[in-house]
């Protein structure tokens, strides 16, 4: 339990865990027994005694809870990675010892993870008395991501034997960069088989869920069949959608930043769509939920896709960017210089931006103004964090021509590996609007054929239906929604992003509504 501590993000001792633990158990024991009893005496019900492993499972929960936190504290710093390694690596090689780059990484807010593993290291050196080597050492022993410790232990032995540490670096960021795209391959297998399994939920479950509760409303002339269709719809495939947004989350490498405005602009939308759906208006049940959807999903999926575009095009041209600065420096100039001389150069979505830093650094404004005011307006983590990287790169090194070119490299890496990224994930989103497409079209087509007569399968004789147009509308509200829930998901499977989901749910609204217009040009149904 105290090596689980040491490697998480808890401060407590054994003991006090330990405490903690019985205290809640003994509490929660006495909750159970309460409520127990009263449900005994009240209604003889002896499966509430069933509730006495909650006090069991409390108790293990607590006492696990530092191997929980010890997986998050290691899955936070997984995703900086590339970035930490560069950064150590870049200004390791601008002549900065190992623990004042890590003095510099601990007072950077774009790195939080990797900022709370480097003042770790600055305790034991600045407070406890350490050497360097051996707070390493130490951090190594007890850090919970395979990966960093490894980088750790083994600058540490480099630095015991007098190897070139620089190289070392080097070959670890080489490494780093290697291990992140087979950890986006895998990430992108793993996307593929949850894609598969939500396939088979959502849609197969799904179409036979409506299958027999439909039959049941339709033949037996039950209500029930429609409230289960109605409970399925709007309760559990958003529940199972959550769980499967949860696991992708957890399984896609992402960063330490998300961009809010788009949730901002939903939470607005949200409020009004709800208001539209309860206004009356002289429209089928479906046309009412597909307008109130749309007024809820079309300003977010406007605004997402606008801020990924423009996030994106300013991530495909920093590597230019910086290897144009690069050029610069090359040839002689200053940092300031090699950026003013860019004005009017197209980088696309980051012209905007260079073309302010020129015009600021004309004006005479210090190069940390000038990418401090960057980094506070740019939506994008990675052009924050490459910001950075050049601003400490001039203030160690005096933005030297080796450093500039490195982070030139740098840049480009990290470009490649967000582009494979999302190209290795985008099939996906097809397997999204399969699910929705085979769920409103199988409906319809259920609905058409019982309408035609073609029961027989079901009663052994050849029986004519009359479906109501009020249960199909029903039927048809129910799809409507859990189209635009499976296309929440088609965001997250395929771009790694809900706010990315939006448009997919608008779109899911728009085929769901062109599929039953055109059925109803084909084969119509009462409706």
Request: aromatic content about 10%; glycine content about 8%.
């Amino acid at each position: 339990m105290k090596q689980d501590l040491l490697r998480s993000d808890m401060s407590v001792t054994p003991e006090g865990l330990v405490s903690v633990a019985l205290l809640l158990t003994v509490v929660s024991t006495i909750v159970v027994g309460v409520v127990a009893t009263i449900v005994l005496i009240l209604y003889a019900q002896f499966a509430v005694l069933l509730l006495f492993l909650l006090p069991l499972a409390v108790f293990g929960t607590v006492l696990f809870s530092p191997r929980f936190s010890a997986l998050a504290r290691g899955g936070r710093l997984d995703n900086e990675l590339p970035f930490v390694v560069g950064f150590i690596s870049i200004l390791s090689g601008g002549g900065e010892t190992f623990v004042e780059v890590l003095r510099r990484l601990s007072n950077l807010k774009i790195f939080p993870a990797a900022s709370k593993e480097s003042n770790r290291v600055l305790v034991d050196v600045d407070i406890y008395g350490s050497e360097p080597i051996t707070a390493l050492e130490k951090a190594a022993e007890h850090n919970p991501n395979k990966w960093y410790a490894d980088l750790l232990s083994g600058y540490s032995t480099v630095l015991r034997t007098g190897g070139d540490h620089i190289n070392y670096l080097n070959l670890k960021l080489k490494e780093v960069f290697e291990e992140r795209a087979v950890k986006v391959k895998r990430a992108a297998e793993v996307t593929g088989a949850i894609a598969e399994v939500y396939l088979i939920v959502t849609v197969v479950l799904g179409i036979t869920v409506f299958t027999l509760f439909l039959v049941q409303t339709l033949v037996a002339g039950s209500e029930e069949g429609l409230t289960n269709i109605f409970l399925f719809a709007f309760i559990i495939v958003p529940v199972i959608s959550l769980v499967f947004i949860w696991v992708l989350d957890d399984t896609q490498p992402k960063y330490p930043f998300t961009d809010k405005r788009p949730y901002r602009v939903f939470a607005v939308t949200l409020a009004v769509g709800v208001v539209v759906f309860f206004v009356p208006l002289p429209i089928k049940t479906y046309l009412h939920l597909a307008l109130a959807l749309t007024v809820i999903s079309a300003p977010p999926a406007f605004f997402a896709t606008k801020y990924s575009r423009e996030r994106r095009g300013i991530e495909g041209s920093l590597p230019d960017f910086i290897r144009d600065v690069a050029e610069g420096r090359k040839i002689g100039l200053p940092p300031e210089a090699s950026v003013e001389r860019l004005v009017g150069r197209d980088y696309g979505q980051l012209s905007k931006s260079v073309n302010s830093m020129g015009s600021q650094l004309s004006w005479g404004l210090s190069l940390k103004k000038v990418l401090s005011s960057f980094t506070s307006k740019v939506s994008s983590w990675v052009a924050r964090a490459v910001a950075t990287l050049m601003l400490e790169v001039v203030e160690v090194g005096g933005g030297t021509v080796k450093g500039f070119a490195e982070m030139a490299d740098f840049t480009r890496r990290v470009s490649s590996m967000e582009k494979e990224s999302r190209s290795s994930l985008r099939g996906y989103i097809f397997i999204a609007y399969l699910s929705g497409i085979m769920i409103i079209v199988s409906t319809y087509i259920f609905i058409y054929f019982l309408q035609q007569g073609q029961a027989s399968g079901i009663t052994g004789d050849v029986s004519v239906f009359q479906v109501s147009p009020e249960v199909v509308d029903l039927l048809f509200t129910a799809t409507v929604f859990e189209g635009w829930v499976i296309g929440l998901v088609a965001g997250k499977m395929g771009e790694s992003s809900v706010s990315e989901g939006f448009k997919h749910a608008l779109i899911m609204v728009i085929f769901t509504l062109a599929a039953v217009g055109i059925g109803q040009t084909f084969f119509p149904i009462p409706l």
